[in-house]
């Protein structure tokens, strides 16, 4: 029996003595673990599952073995294809959801691997890493010439903010994934060598606890998740980990500059920020409606209260010091002195209900100012606490007591905690000062009261719709059908006007009133609890004045607290008129000033990659998103205007996803400027965030990224390179439109040969998947790029590509100035190194598999066959260009991490075709037919979900 509690998983003997020299074998002990969960999970599912279908089970696991060995071995796949293919539900089911919690496993370790990696190389006891820390980082920058003053200068003062969005991509429940964190802590724990007999035993019946509960767990998510609860989702991850996190990181940097001799980081600065767009993001989510962000305000503040509190009774109970600056002592007066006033003017506030307290319910005493100061944020924190408590159980709020006023802006909170920071920095006590006071004020400046602000998204178009719907009304004709001047002059007049254009009863209704609705709750709640307005689909500059509008007319302070407004660019066309739209909105005098007294000029702008990759395919995409964002700081230099850019990007590189430090350090000279904004979705939140320690490693990747991208000298692109880029790009997008668009073969193809119809059921987010009823374009990105994953095919990211590249060899010269650029354009090199990877996981062996049994007309069948031709064309021209004789030669850590899926990879591909034949052959347009056994749909569509997200896990790429 492996794993039982007389044989504990624990690494071999030998691992702790290989960790003394830099030529260590950091594989074995990953490649252990792996084994060790793998094999303990199988010998546990004996109980559950009859000696017949273990036997099914290992027969399966072997043949795809024998499979994977034999480099795709013809009659090893028909053998394990036949054997899978005359499997029944229940065996299907139990073949899938084994292989995905293998999947599960394996991440899992490699994610503890990464801490045991980063540990060695903290100790002195190796070097090779991912070169990302903060020491490597500012070496490298000294060594290019910066002084380490510089280098303080710029990580006292930049930042780079997380928006943590509800896109669904995280395909595994989070009951699940609280187990694979109990196992985390488990094999993380057992490569101490430390550890006595006794303590490694109740390591291992926790492992094997957890390992049971990650089995007998239910993998099917039973009901589509409300925003509110993907709010939630992402509070508990920010809980879990980031809340920890932040202050450690700042810490590390604080004592990396003392040792240097230099002050550490300003008290104020915030070189992390979090957003989300749970419970805001209306774009095309009926759901998220202005009740459901006013609730998800209250779920934020109401948490953020409860994690304050307990920081807070820990530092009242910490810092019992009996003596104070006289600073603090003042404000302990006047604390005292405010309470009084309020009471002499309202007596009845007197006779309120005293509340019992952990510690010191009773008061503390008067000779102990820090105390004092701190029973009075107690007070305050828990009337905040219970306000938000009460808004959430639709309850009047708790009676006013000048003792305990809520809290409305985080500067209420700063102000008694920095009195308290500078009279211990007077009295000499800077250790205390320095340790969990200081971890408090930081958090407060970067979580604010509401842990993330929220931002509030919504399509250009349905701007336009309500703004129509006034205009009508008030007879001013249809704005809708206005041209672009006549909507400028029509909105920048309103805008300056001191007449409110709304009447407070206006007979809008429908979609226009919900729009109105929304800009009301949003002047309601205020810029403390929300971050940007994200106009998406924004091509024109009237679409954001029409914003401006809408937020000045439905404030009680005529914009005066208005949220900034934040263009989404995501098409290829939005991408080209770039510059006509913010040059039009900087050459607006109206806009201009606003722009300047309210925003300090700076400006925001949203940069989408998922759309403009479906729309024109990822070279074109990924070009123009370049080119737009040189052409754009340029106009905003020109207009004295500071830009910042807020990068759309998804999960998988299709979606501009990838390495964080790869795709900072590829981005266009001049374009950070010690601001990074980004979305962080889905399963990349498990993978940078999943694990407390991989959560500091994160903070610090991102901070050691903008610090090189705005520090390191830029290299010069040279005109030859731009010429021959434009050039590919317009191969790669008429050859992508001429297929994803021009082909009629095409949508049928996809529909038929991948699960895109099928995605629906994962419940995994609650969002629709269409905008509107439609071809390809109607398609959201997500499952667009996740159908595409799910066959192997992965088209998004490489049709057209493989066109230009053929164009760009066949010229005198082609090759080697692909090459050349290649080797010195880091822009160049990353979009092919992050190609490389997707590429590495496409498989046209099993992509032609769900032709086979899915597509029914032979055209179709030939379309695909010419599809996989022109995958395998592309790979080979990649590898030209890149110099690698095999895909990821230069990046083992992935092609190790593909290989150790790759036989678990085909049971489930070929699990799921089946699966989808089955399923197809009982509904019409995805509605059951008549007469069909209810249980017998059930167990399908439950098997049918295993299998995407067993394939999601394995390929860690959901959308």
């Given at each position: 029996?492996?794993?039982t509690?007389?044989?504990?998983?624990?690494?071999?003997?030998?691992?702790?003595?290989?960790?003394?020299?830099d030529?260590?074998?950091?594989?074995?002990p990953?490649?252990?673990?792996?084994?060790?969960?793998?094999?303990?999970?199988?010998?546990?599912a004996?109980?559950?599952?009859s000696?017949e279908l273990?036997?099914v089970?290992?027969?399966?696991?072997?043949?795809?073995k024998?499979?994977?060995?034999?480099s795709?071995?013809?009659?090893?796949?028909?053998?394990?294809a036949?054997?899978?293919?005359?499997?029944d539900?229940?065996?299907?089911t139990?073949?899938?959801s084994?292989?995905?919690?293998?999947c599960?496993?394996?991440?899992?370790?490699?994610h503890?691997?990464?801490?045991?990696?980063?540990?060695?190389?903290?100790?002195?006891?190796s070097?090779?890493?991912s070169h990302?820390?903060?020491e490597?980082?500012?070496?490298?920058l000294?060594?290019?010439g910066?002084s380490i003053?510089?280098i303080?200068?710029?990580l006292?003062?930049?930042?780079?903010?997380?928006?943590?969005?509800a896109?669904?991509?995280?395909?595994?429940?989070r009951?699940?994934?609280?187990?694979?964190?109990?196992?985390?802590k488990?094999?993380?724990?057992n490569?101490?060598q430390?550890l006595?007999?006794?303590?490694?035993?109740i390591n291992?019946?926790?492992?094997?606890?957890?390992?049971?509960?990650?089995?007998?767990?239910?993998?099917?998510?039973?009901s589509k998740?409300?925003p509110?609860?993907e709010?939630?989702n992402?509070?508990?991850?920010?809980?879990?980990?980031?809340?920890?996190?932040?202050?450690?990181q700042?810490?590390r940097?604080?004592?990396f500059?003392i040792?240097?001799g230099?002050?550490?980081?300003p008290l104020?600065?915030?070189p992390?920020?979090?957003?989300?767009?749970?419970?805001?993001?209306?774009?095309?989510?009926?759901?998220?409606?202005p009740a459901?962000?006013?609730?998800?305000?209250?779920?934020?503040?109401?948490?953020?209260a409860?994690?304050?509190l307990?920081?807070?009774?820990?530092?009242l109970f910490?810092?019992s010091?009996h003596?104070?600056?006289?600073e603090?002592?003042?404000?302990?007066?006047?604390i005292?002195?405010?309470?009084?006033?309020?009471?002499?003017?309202?007596?009845?506030?007197?006779?309120?209900t005293?509340?019992?307290?952990?510690?010191?319910w009773n008061?503390?005493?008067?000779?102990?100012p820090?105390?004092v100061?701190?029973?009075h944020?107690?007070d305050?924190?828990t009337a905040?606490?219970?306000?938000?408590?009460?808004?959430l159980?639709n309850?009047?709020?708790?009676?006013?007591?000048?003792?305990s006023?809520v809290?409305?802006?985080?500067?209420?909170l700063?102000?008694?905690?920095?009195v308290?920071?500078?009279s211990?920095?007077?009295?000499?006590?800077?250790?205390i000062?320095d340790?969990?006071?200081?971890d408090?004020i930081?958090r407060?400046?970067v979580f604010?009261l509401?842990?993330v602000?929220?931002?509030?998204?919504?399509?250009?178009e349905?701007?336009?719709?309500?703004?129509?719907?006034?205009?009508e009304y008030?007879?001013?004709g249809?704005?809708?059908?206005?041209?672009?001047?006549?909507?400028?002059?029509?909105?920048?007049?309103v805008?300056?006007?001191?007449?409110p254009?709304?009447?407070?009863?206006?007979?809008v209704?429908?979609?226009?009133?919900?729009?109105?609705?929304?800009?009301?709750?949003v002047?309601?709640?205020?810029?403390?609890?929300l971050?940007a307005?994200v106009?998406?689909?924004?091509?024109?500059?009237?679409?954001v004045?029409?914003?401006?509008v809408?937020?000045?007319?439905?404030?009680n302070n005529g914009g005066?607290?208005s949220l900034?407004v934040?263009?989404?660019l995501?098409?290829?066309?939005a991408l080209?008129?770039?510059?006509?739209?913010?040059?039009?909105?900087?050459?607006?005098?109206?806009y201009?000033?606003?722009?300047?007294a309210?925003f300090s000029?700076?400006?925001e702008?949203?940069?989408g990659?998922?759309?403009?990759?479906?729309?024109?395919g990822?070279?074109?995409?990924v070009?123009e998103?370049?080119?737009a964002?040189?052409?754009?700081?340029e106009?905003a230099?020109?207009?004295?205007v500071t830009?910042r850019?807020f990068h759309g990007?998804?999960?998988t590189v299709?979606?501009?996803?990838g390495?964080?430090?790869?795709?900072?350090?590829?981005?266009?000279?001049?374009t950070?400027?010690k601001?990074?904004?980004?979305?962080?979705?889905?399963?990349?939140?498990e993978q940078?965030?999943?694990?407390p320690?991989?959560?500091?490693?994160t903070?610090?990747?991102y901070?050691?990224?903008?610090l090189?991208?705005d520090?390191t000298?830029?290299?010069?692109?040279?005109?030859?390179?731009?010429?021959?880029?434009?050039?590919?790009s317009?191969?790669?997008?008429?050859k992508?439109?001429e297929?994803?668009?021009?082909?009629p073969r095409?949508?049928?193809y996809?529909?038929?040969a991948?699960?895109?119809?099928?995605?629906g059921?994962?419940?995994?987010?609650s969002?629709?998947?269409?905008?509107?009823?439609?071809?390809?374009?109607?398609?959201?990105?997500?499952?667009?790029?996740?159908?595409?994953?799910?066959?192997?095919?992965?088209?998004?990211?490489w049709?057209?590509?493989?066109s230009?590249?053929?164009?760009?060899m066949g010229?005198?010269g082609?090759?080697?100035?692909?090459?050349?650029?290649y080797?010195t354009?880091?822009f160049?090199?990353?979009?092919?190194?992050?190609?490389?990877m997707?590429?590495?996981?496409?498989?046209?062996?099993?992509?032609?598999?769900y032709?086979?049994?899915?597509?029914?007309q032979?055209?179709q069948?030939?379309?695909g066959?010419m599809?996989?031709?022109l995958?395998?064309?592309?790979v080979?021209?990649v590898?030209q260009?890149?110099?690698?004789?095999?895909?990821l030669?230069?990046?083992?850590?992935?092609?190790r991490?593909?290989?150790?899926r790759?036989e678990?990879l085909?049971?489930?591909?070929l699990?799921?075709?089946?699966?989808?034949?089955?399923w197809?052959?009982i509904?019409v347009?995805?509605?059951v037919?008549?007469?069909?056994?209810p249980?017998?749909?059930?167990?399908?569509?439950d098997?049918l979900?295993?299998?995407m997200?067993?394939?999601?896990s394995?390929?860690?790429?959901?959308?």
């Amino acid at each position: 029996m492996v794993g039982t509690s007389a044989n504990p998983i624990r690494p071999m003997a030998g691992v702790n003595a290989l960790l003394k020299s830099d030529s260590v074998d950091f594989i074995s002990p990953l490649q252990e673990d792996v084994h060790r969960l793998c094999a303990t999970l199988l010998d546990m599912a004996q109980n559950s599952v009859s000696p017949e279908l273990m036997a099914v089970l290992e027969k399966v696991k072997s043949l795809a073995k024998i499979y994977d060995a034999s480099s795709k071995d013809e009659t090893a796949f028909y053998n394990l294809a036949t054997l899978i293919e005359d499997l029944d539900v229940e065996e299907l089911t139990v073949v899938g959801s084994m292989f995905s919690n293998m999947c599960n496993l394996a991440n899992l370790a490699e994610h503890v691997h990464r801490i045991r990696r980063k540990k060695a190389f903290e100790r002195g006891e190796s070097s090779f890493l991912s070169h990302h820390s903060l020491e490597e980082i500012v070496a490298d920058l000294q060594k290019s010439g910066k002084s380490i003053s510089e280098i303080r200068e710029q990580l006292a003062t930049q930042t780079v903010e997380m928006v943590l969005t509800a896109h669904p991509t995280q395909a595994v429940r989070r009951s699940l994934l609280a187990k694979l964190h109990n196992i985390a802590k488990c094999i993380e724990s057992n490569h101490d060598q430390y550890l006595t007999p006794e303590e490694l035993r109740i390591n291992d019946k926790i492992l094997r606890a957890s390992l049971l509960g990650l089995w007998r767990t239910d993998e099917v998510r039973r009901s589509k998740p409300k925003p509110e609860d993907e709010a939630r989702n992402i509070l508990q991850v920010i809980e879990d980990t980031v809340w920890d996190a932040t202050p450690k990181q700042m810490s590390r940097m604080d004592d990396f500059f003392i040792e240097r001799g230099l002050e550490p980081l300003p008290l104020d600065a915030t070189p992390f920020l979090f957003g989300s767009w749970a419970g805001g993001d209306r774009d095309g989510n009926p759901f998220v409606t202005p009740a459901v962000t006013r609730e998800v305000v209250a779920i934020n503040s109401y948490r953020a209260a409860c994690l304050y509190l307990v920081e807070i009774e820990h530092l009242l109970f910490d810092l019992s010091l009996h003596y104070g600056s006289d600073e603090l002592y003042e404000y302990n007066k006047g604390i005292s002195a405010d309470v009084e006033e309020a009471l002499k003017a309202r007596p009845e506030l007197s006779v309120v209900t005293k509340i019992k307290y952990k510690e010191f319910w009773n008061g503390v005493p008067p000779t102990e100012p820090f105390r004092v100061c701190f029973a009075h944020i107690r007070d305050r924190m828990t009337a905040t606490r219970d306000y938000w408590e009460a808004v959430l159980s639709n309850l009047p709020p708790p009676p006013e007591n000048p003792t305990s006023r809520v809290y409305t802006a985080k500067g209420q909170l700063l102000e008694p905690l920095k009195v308290m920071y500078r009279s211990l920095l007077d009295t000499g006590d800077e250790a205390i000062a320095d340790g969990k006071l200081k971890d408090l004020i930081r958090r407060v400046n970067v979580f604010g009261l509401t842990i993330v602000k929220l931002d509030i998204r919504q399509e250009a178009e349905e701007h336009t719709s309500a703004i129509n719907g006034i205009t009508e009304y008030l007879g001013l004709g249809n704005y809708s059908e206005f041209n672009e001047e006549e909507r400028l002059n029509f909105l920048t007049e309103v805008l300056e006007s001191k007449r409110p254009l709304i009447p407070r009863s206006h007979p809008v209704t429908g979609k226009p009133k919900s729009v109105l609705d929304t800009f009301e709750a949003v002047a309601e709640i205020g810029p403390e609890a929300l971050g940007a307005y994200v106009i998406s689909m924004c091509m024109k500059p009237s679409d954001v004045l029409a914003v401006e509008v809408l937020q000045q007319e439905c404030s009680n302070n005529g914009g005066a607290t208005s949220l900034r407004v934040v263009p989404l660019l995501e098409t290829i066309t939005a991408l080209q008129d770039c510059t006509t739209v913010l040059g039009s909105l900087f050459e607006n005098k109206w806009y201009r000033e606003h722009l300047r007294a309210r925003f300090s000029s700076v400006q925001e702008v949203m940069i989408g990659y998922s759309d403009s990759g479906k729309d024109g395919g990822r070279l074109t995409s990924v070009w123009e998103l370049y080119k737009a964002q040189e052409h754009m700081v340029e106009c905003a230099n020109k207009h004295g205007v500071t830009l910042r850019f807020f990068h759309g990007r998804g999960g998988t590189v299709g979606r501009g996803g990838g390495p964080q430090h790869l795709a900072i350090r590829s981005q266009p000279p001049g374009t950070v400027n010690k601001y990074l904004r980004v979305t962080i979705q889905g399963e990349v939140m498990e993978q940078d965030f999943g694990l407390p320690a991989l959560a500091v490693r994160t903070l610090e990747t991102y901070t050691t990224a903008v610090l090189k991208a705005d520090l390191t000298e830029p290299v010069p692109v040279k005109p030859e390179y731009r010429d021959l880029l434009d050039e590919l790009s317009d191969i790669s997008c008429t050859k992508y439109r001429e297929i994803v668009h021009g082909d009629p073969r095409f949508v049928q193809y996809f529909r038929s040969a991948t699960p895109e119809q099928e995605l629906g059921l994962l419940n995994i987010g609650s969002r629709p998947q269409k905008r509107k009823e439609g071809g390809v374009e109607t398609l959201r990105a997500i499952p667009w790029v996740f159908a595409w994953t799910q066959t192997r095919l992965h088209l998004p990211v490489w049709l057209g590509l493989g066109s230009a590249l053929k164009t760009g060899m066949g010229k005198e010269g082609g090759k080697k100035l692909l090459r050349d650029m290649y080797e010195t354009w880091p822009f160049f090199r990353s979009f092919f190194d992050l190609i490389g990877m997707v590429l590495a996981k496409a498989d046209s062996h099993i992509s032609s598999r769900y032709d086979d049994v899915l597509v029914d007309q032979e055209e179709q069948k030939q379309f695909g066959t010419m599809l996989r031709g022109l995958l395998e064309e592309t790979v080979d021209l990649v590898l030209q260009v890149s110099g690698e004789q095999n895909l990821l030669d230069k990046d083992r850590v992935q092609q190790r991490a593909i290989n150790t899926r790759r036989e678990w990879l085909t049971p489930m591909n070929l699990a799921q075709v089946v699966l989808l034949k089955r399923w197809r052959s009982i509904t019409v347009k995805g509605q059951v037919k008549e007469g069909v056994d209810p249980e017998e749909s059930k167990k399908l569509v439950d098997a049918l979900i295993i299998s995407m997200k067993g394939l999601s896990s394995a390929l860690q790429n959901t959308g």
